[in-house]
């Protein structure tokens, strides 16, 4: 309906005012909760055609409109918002087409296909609760964005080489050098990470001392024989040496078991995995062709620069005095690969907003080296996760592991599923199948439903309470459904595939039928506005909304049985619309709770 009311409105704007207007240029969007009525036509971009005040060009194409469309029972004009009505007969219609509506993906205008990069974790440390919502964010965009017709690639850059790398071989080398995560009786993943923190303890204490014997704390920091060792081992590993590559891929081998693992647990995959260590040298290459053609500077010491005076910026490191790659560097390898093997119509990257900086120079050093397609590249930054005692620091080791968070919100599902007593007649191995997938679904709703572009405090414990905008109540509101459904079929009743046209809807009942109705509104400006938090929020409201309604009107009690089946094919299609919203963030919804 949306697309139709473009098209009619942009055909009366011409046969009213004889004015050209694009229909993408057309605003139709739910209308706000304040007012009564259910689509709203945005009128003030169309006034600069119509030459009338917003008021008079709203009511003027809502005469039009009522004349095109009869099922519009009325319309009402507030300043320049048109907001439309439909009738009951209408709206019982959509609930008979609601099956097809969400059985296929979008059919977009301009179909693209579309790289979209998230994970990208270091091989130095496991994935931490700042992972997490990365993961989730790209997990959820991906299915989100193929929901709406696009061809996705789901790609994964591991960050497997430079001096942060370095630190943890350096510190497996200084304190457990025969050590193995088997010997420690830990995952790969945190096996490496705590060495990573032990370097980094060590290296702290060495630039103390040496601070106190009267060097600057930058001249600490350089001098550390701690860091010194580790800058050694990276220029070693980018000369090829065989035994730090030896040490390096053992202890990467360790991380990816490790990493495995835990993306496992959190349902995330990958279509394509790329790895630093590939392409750092493709970056290189591409920025001493810059430095040959004079796009970039060398400096005295040797370091590679760009210079960013006329965007309005510094100047940029590429190559450092000894040789060695920076981070923009091997980005701009990986970029240049990637449109070279699948020339994306567009390249999203998930990564946190503290990185907006290297994302912009990044989209300006690749405009410079005449890569046409930057601009196709877009920096999907995302707020920083913080709990409620503060910031985390993976320095330190103060951070929130991603596996231990998954073991306490198991812990916290099982006791609140317990106390609800609903799970008496499954077995063990089915119950603690059904605690994995309300905690999941817990943490996975309470990081996707805040706009990504906001930073978020996460509470566990808040996350799974049954009541509330919270998975578990999602998840909840579909088991309940479910449970309905099971027990007509006992009752010999089915869920019809249509309804009978004489149905009286009360207004609860269309209130529900109309939010199923936004389904294709909600999945396709989730896309546009790359925000999973339109989904999560659109399922919450249906899932309140589907509560009230049970508490106050009977569905296998209903007065007759066309109500009774009316009644039972609205409620099916707001379990299937929960449960296919919910898929698309990434979460399972389980018959029973």
């Known amino acids: 309906m949306r697309k139709s009311l473009k098209k009619a409105t942009a055909k009366g704007m011409k046969e009213i005012y004889g004015a050209d207007v694009a229909p993408d240029i057309i605003q139709v969007q739910r209308t706000k909760s304040e007012f009564s009525a259910d689509l709203t036509i945005v009128v003030f971009p169309l006034v600069k055609y119509s030459r009338k005040k917003p008021e008079n060009t709203a009511n003027d194409i809502g005469v039009y409109l009522k004349h095109v469309f009869p099922d519009i029972s009325s319309y009402h004009v507030i300043k320049g918002f048109l907001n439309l009505s439909f009738s009951s007969e209408f709206w019982l219609q959509q609930l008979n087409s609601h099956s097809r509506a969400i059985q296929n993906a979008l059919v977009p205008e301009s179909k693209m296909k579309i790289m979209i990069e998230y994970s990208s974790p270091n091989t130095n440390k496991p994935l931490h609760l700042g992972h997490i919502r990365n993961n989730f964010i790209g997990d959820a965009m991906s299915r989100i964005v193929k929901a709406n017709g696009h061809d996705v690639i789901r790609v994964n850059l591991i960050n497997d080489r430079g001096i942060h790398i370095c630190k943890s071989m350096q510190a497996y080398l200084n304190f457990d050098p025969d050590g193995s995560p088997e010997k ?96 750092y040298k493709k970056g290189r290459s591409i920025v001493l062709k810059g430095l040959e053609d004079g796009i970039f500077y060398e400096k005295d010491d040797h370091s590679v620069w760009a210079d960013l005076g006329d965007e309005g910026l510094d100047e940029k490191i590429l190559i450092r005095s000894d040789g060695t790659s920076v981070y923009i560097t091997q980005d701009i390898g990986t970029a240049v690969e990637r449109f070279e093997k699948y020339n994306p119509d567009k390249h999203i990257y998930v990564v946190g907003n503290e990185q907006n900086y290297h994302f912009q120079v990044l989209k300006i050093l690749l405009k410079k080296l005449g890569y046409d397609w930057a601009d196709k590249i877009e920096h999907m930054s995302y707020g920083m996760v913080e709990l409620p005692e503060g910031k985390m620091k993976s320095r330190e080791g ?66 799974v309470d049954f009541n509330g905008n919270t998975g578990p109540f999602i998840q909840y509101t579909h088991a309940r459904i479910r449970s309905v459904v099971r027990k007509a079929e006992k009752m010999n009743i089915r869920v019809p595939r249509l309804i009978s046209e004489d149905i009286r809807a009360n207004e609860k009942e269309l209130d529900l039928i109309k939010l199923l109705y936004h389904y294709n509104m909600v999945l396709k400006d989730a896309a546009d506005e790359m925000d999973p938090g339109l989904i999560a929020n659109y399922a919450f409201e249906l899932a309140k909304e589907f509560n009230q ?45």
Not at 399 to 423: I, Y
Not at 441 to 461: H, Q, S, T, W
Not at 574 to 593: A, F, N, R
């Open 184 to 279: 420690s009786g830990l995952k790969g993943d945190k096996y490496v990470g705590e060495l990573y923190v032990k370097f980094e303890n060590t290296y702290k204490s060495e630039i103390d001392k040496l601070k106190k014997e009267g060097l600057s704390e930058e001249e600490a920091k350089k001098q550390a024989p701690g860091m010194q060792k580790a800058r050694a081992l990276l220029k070693k590993w980018e000369e090829g040496d065989d035994k730090v590559i030896a040490l390096w891929e053992k202890m990467n081998n360790w991380v990816y078991k490790g990493f495995d693992t835990t993306y496992q647990r959190m349902g995330i995959e990958f279509d394509q995995l790329n790895h630093e260590s590939k392409t």
């Open 398 to 463: 103060k951070v929130v592991d991603a596996d231990d968070l998954m073991d306490e919100m198991f812990q916290t599902s099982k006791s609140m599923s317990s106390e609800l007593g609903k799970l008496s007649d499954l077995t063990d191995e089915q119950k603690n199948g059904v605690y994995e997938t309300i905690a999941m679904g817990a943490l996975k709703y309470f990081i996707l439903k805040i706009d990504p572009r906001k930073n978020m405090v996460f509470n566990p414990e808040e996350s």
């Open 549 to 593: 309604y049970y508490h106050e009107y009977s569905i296998l009690k209903a007065e007759n049985g066309n109500l009774l089946q009316f009644r039972l094919m609205l409620a099916y299609h707001v379990g299937e619309t929960l449960k296919l919203m919910m898929s698309y963030l990434g979460i399972q919804v389980p018959e029973k709770m």
